[in-house]
């Protein structure tokens, strides 16, 4: 099972395919493309050589249909071997008679982005199709090598295939403010459990305090056994406010998220983990602080919910930065079937990534294991 938040909320990025439907479709597709790349090379040249006596203008109609049915059937055939984020693509509206409507076809840019994929396909298919074989044959290759291939071939769909620039912006403008929404309702939920932790904890002992002071004082010449006891209990209500302050704000920041970095205070939460939990953190240089905090929450709580409701036996954090983002990466060997539902832990772990622009996307089929990952931009 595989979850994140919804369209949206992600960005448009070309994930690592898996390798075995990444060789599968090195193997179908260049004779997919082959056909392809000289139906419409040939339709394309008879029917421009042959304009001028007006026999080409319907070879060119018909070519125009061919190549969008061409650029569908690639935007589905590449989203469902590869893994790619491709949606379906919106053609520009198409009025009048046949050729009002073949006008409107050649003025939409999605056309001649179709056209541009299928002359690029076919030397890229030929390469992978060597590719493809070879891993037949070179197992090892093909763990590794087949799936970054398939990254670029889906790299390169989503650039030809995919939206244009300016639906690029609008689903990005959407998201993020998706993600603002989010961020506000997450901060609000925060605030509330600080209020809630301060009035039911803190507050109430320090009232403690003051009333057992109070009676002291009232019997600082008549008791002084019982003003002995009543200090007492005011200094051991006074130690636990502390505690309970000390708490809260290591709960609102860790001081040794501060002093030490993600390493240490990954290491510590780790250490606390009922159950053995293996942590490699490499984030040089460090991250902005407001990333940090949410790794160290989103780690914590995850680790927290792999104990309570997961049946796993050990576990394993693993953290990274690249140029752009951090990467957490929480994984366990328990029985799976974890999702992200309105309401749950899962969707409280995204609501707080989102409060950065982050996205956090859940895969845990049934029997395991289950991988969380939260990709969290270092710019917003």
């Known amino acids: 099972m595989m979850t994140a938040m919804s369209d949206e909320r992600a960005p448009l990025e070309q994930p690592r395919p898996k390798a075995v439907r990444t060789i599968a479709y090195f193997i179908t597709g260049f004779p997919l493309h082959l056909v392809q790349f000289v139906l419409t090379v040939v339709?394309?040249?008879?029917?421009?050589?042959?304009?001028?006596?007006?026999?080409?203008?319907?070879?060119?109609?018909?070519?125009?249909?061919m190549v969008r049915g061409f650029g569908d059937l690639e935007r589905r055939y590449v989203r469902r071997m590869l893994d790619s984020p491709l949606p379906p693509v919106e053609r520009a509206p198409a009025e009048g008679g046949v050729l009002r409507r073949w006008r409107y076809r050649l003025v939409d840019p999605t056309?001649?982005?179709?056209?541009?994929?299928?002359?690029?396909?076919?030397?890229?298919?030929?390469v992978e199709f060597a590719v493809g074989l070879a891993s037949i044959i070179l197992l090892p290759m093909a763990?590794?090598?087949?799936p970054w291939i398939g990254w670029a071939h889906g790299s390169l769909a989503l650039a030809l295939l995919g939206p244009n620039r300016a639906k690029r912006l609008e689903a990005k403008a959407q998201r993020l403010q998706a993600s603002r929404a989010r961020g506000v309702d997450a901060a609000e939920a925060e605030r509330r459990r600080i209020e809630r932790d301060l009035h039911d904890g803190a507050q109430q002992r320090l009232v403690s305090v003051a009333m057992s002071l109070g009676r002291a004082k009232n019997k600082f010449d008549k008791d002084p056994e019982a003003v002995r006891e009543l200090i007492a209990e005011a200094h051991t209500d006074a130690k636990l406010a502390v505690a309970e302050l000390r708490d809260l704000a290591r709960g609102i920041y860790p001081a040794v998220l501060g002093d030490r970095g993600l390493d240490a205070a990954l290491s510590a939460q780790a250490a606390k983990s009922p159950i053995p939990v293996d942590v490699e953190v490499d984030v040089d240089p460090r991250p902005p602080a407001a990333v940090e905090t949410t790794a160290y929450f989103i780690v914590g709580e995850t680790l927290t919910n792999i104990a309570k409701h997961s049946?796993?036996?050990?576990?394993?954090?693993?953290?990274?930065?690249?140029?752009?983002?951090?990467?957490?990466?929480?994984?366990?060997?328990?029985?799976g079937g974890a999702e992200i539902r309105p309401g749950g832990g899962l969707a409280g772990l995204a609501d707080r990534a989102a409060t950065i622009d982050g996205v956090v996307t859940v895969v845990s089929p049934e029997g395991g294991p289950t991988v969380i990952r939260a990709d969290l931009p270092c710019a917003w």
Do not use: C, Q
């Not at 040249?45 to 249909?65: D, E, R, Y």
């Not at 576990?315 to 328990?334: F, H, L, P, Q, Y």
């Open 43 to 65: 339709l394309l040249g008879v029917g421009l050589a042959t304009v001028v006596i007006w026999v080409g203008i319907p070879l060119l109609m018909f070519t125009t249909s």
């Open 143 to 146: 763990i590794w090598v087949a």
């Open 111 to 126: 056309t001649w982005r179709d056209l541009g994929y299928v002359l690029a396909a076919l030397p890229l298919s030929a």
């Open 311 to 335: 049946g796993a036996t050990e576990a394993s954090v693993k953290v990274w930065r690249t140029d752009e983002k951090v990467v957490v990466e929480i994984t366990d060997n328990g029985h």
